[in-house]
C-alpha cells in the first residue's frame, strides 16, 4: 500500500473474508477439473485452469511463472539433501574403513605377540 494509507479493521475483515471466500471458489473449481480426471489430489494444472475459468487469466502467467521459481527451489534444495546424504554416506564408509584398518592392525599384533610367545616357548 502507498505511504499514507490507513485500513480500518472493518475492511481488514472484510478483505480476509473476500479473500476466503476466493479462495474457497478457486478450491472448488479447482476439484472439478481434478474430478473431471479421476483423481482427488489437485495439482497445480488444476488451479491454473480454475483461473481461467474463473475469468483470471491476467493471473495465469504470473501463477506460472511462480511455480517454475518454486519447483526449481525445491529441486536445488533436494539436490543438495542428496549430495550431503552422499557425503555423510562416503564419510560413514571412509569411517568404517578406518575401523576395519584398526581392528586388522591389533589382530596383526596380536598374532605377531602369539607368534613371539610361541616361539619363545
Known sequence: LPDGVNIS??????????????VLYATSCANNFAMKGKRKTLNAGDVLSAMEEME???FVAP????????????KGKK?????KDKK???EEQDKS????????DERMEEEEQ??????DN
Do not use: T
Not at 479493521?9 to 476466493?22: D, H, N, T
Not at 602369539?114 to 616361539?119: G, I, L, P, S, Y
Open 9 to 22: 479493521k472493518e475492511a481488514r475483515s472484510a478483505i480476509s473474508r473476500a479473500a476466503s471466500v476466493f
Open 114 to 119: 602369539n607368534d613371539e610367545e610361541e616361539v
Open 79 to 83: 539436490e543438495a539433501r542428496k549430495d
Open 97 to 104: 574403513r578406518e575401523e576395519d584398518n584398526d581392528d586388522d
Open 56 to 58: 483470471f487469466q491476467r
Open 63 to 74: 501463477l506460472k511463472e511462480s511455480l517454475e521459481v518454486y519447483r526449481r527451489e525445491q
Open 88 to 90: 555423510a554416506d562416503s
